[in-house]
């Protein structure tokens, strides 16, 4: 007797996160001649790399130097990351820039790490944007000082055109206000209750548009996201390593991105 076939949910597998979704405001595809070194197969490269940054005042204390000199380090490891990711062709990247849970460090240590910023933003702009690099903010812009707004605003008008990687720095962001964030925007939009779905969370997100991390790397040897991405995480393979965020190099992302070529994602199938 011939079964009858099952009754599936009309949204399942969750859209949100398929494997082929389409990034509208990725950076688009460039002639081979004007990339960088392949590494992988596309097929097999990410296509969104997340990474928490850690380590930076482990690194600072091992070194004997003040904390803010190992966020400076950090700024400094930012900068070979995204030459080396441009070069492998990584078409997005988003870094854990600042959690707004870093609101409670010392007042001295919060004003180090927006003077960082805002420094790294002005030296670094012209250099990005002759690299292709397109940078985005992800977080609540608005709770940031005027200066440090500025300079952001600066740099996202400078680097509009960047049409070779998207760099994503989440600064004053934490997951669970992003997901707060959303559904404010959804309930202002008027939208019906049934109207709701995994697509309509996603396009609500700081991240609407963009495909969701294939891979999120974390520094400094924990296992964990740390209210990093958590929705669009879902799917993400996970990569700890016991490297510092300032000593992880070309060599640390490549085998970052081996390894995550070597696994088999199924997504529930």
């Not at 790294?120 to 397109?134: D, F, M, P, W, Y």
């Amino acid at each position: 007797m011939a079964r009858t076939p099952l009754a599936r949910p009309t949204d399942a597998p969750p859209t949100a996160h398929r494997a082929d979704a389409e990034a509208s405001t990725a950076p688009g595809p460039r002639p081979a001649e004007a990339d960088g070194e392949r590494l992988l197969p596309e097929s097999e490269m990410p296509r969104h790399v997340a990474i928490i940054m850690d380590g930076n005042r482990r690194w600072a204390r091992q070194h004997g130097v003040a904390e803010i000199e190992g966020h400076a380090a950090g700024v400094e490891a930012i900068r070979t990351l995204l030459r080396h990711a441009v070069r492998r062709r990584v078409p997005v990247v988003t870094v854990y820039a600042f959690s707004r849970e870093n609101w409670a460090r010392s007042d001295d240590e919060v004003r180090g790490l927006f003077g960082l910023l805002e420094a790294a933003i002005r030296s670094e702009t012209a250099e990005l944007k002759e690299q292709g690099v397109r940078i985005r903010l992800l977080g609540r812009l608005d709770e940031l000082p005027e200066d440090t707004r500025r300079s952001i605003g600066a740099a996202l008008a400078e680097t509009a055109g960047g049409d070779r990687l998207l760099l994503n720095v989440a600064f004053n962001y934490a997951g669970r206000t992003e997901l707060v964030d959303a559904v404010r925007r959804i309930v202002a939009s008027g939208a019906a209750p049934e109207a709701i779905d995994e697509t309509s969370i996603s396009e609500a997100l700081y991240t609407a548009g963009l495909p969701d991390p294939d891979l999120v790397i974390r520094t400094g040897g924990e296992q964990r996201l740390s209210n990093f991405l958590i929705w669009q995480a879902a799917y993400a393979e996970l990569y700890t390593t016991e490297v510092l965020w300032p000593d992880f190099g070309a060599d640390a992302f490549d085998a970052a991105l081996l390894e995550f070529a070597s696994r088999t994602r199924r997504f529930g199938r």
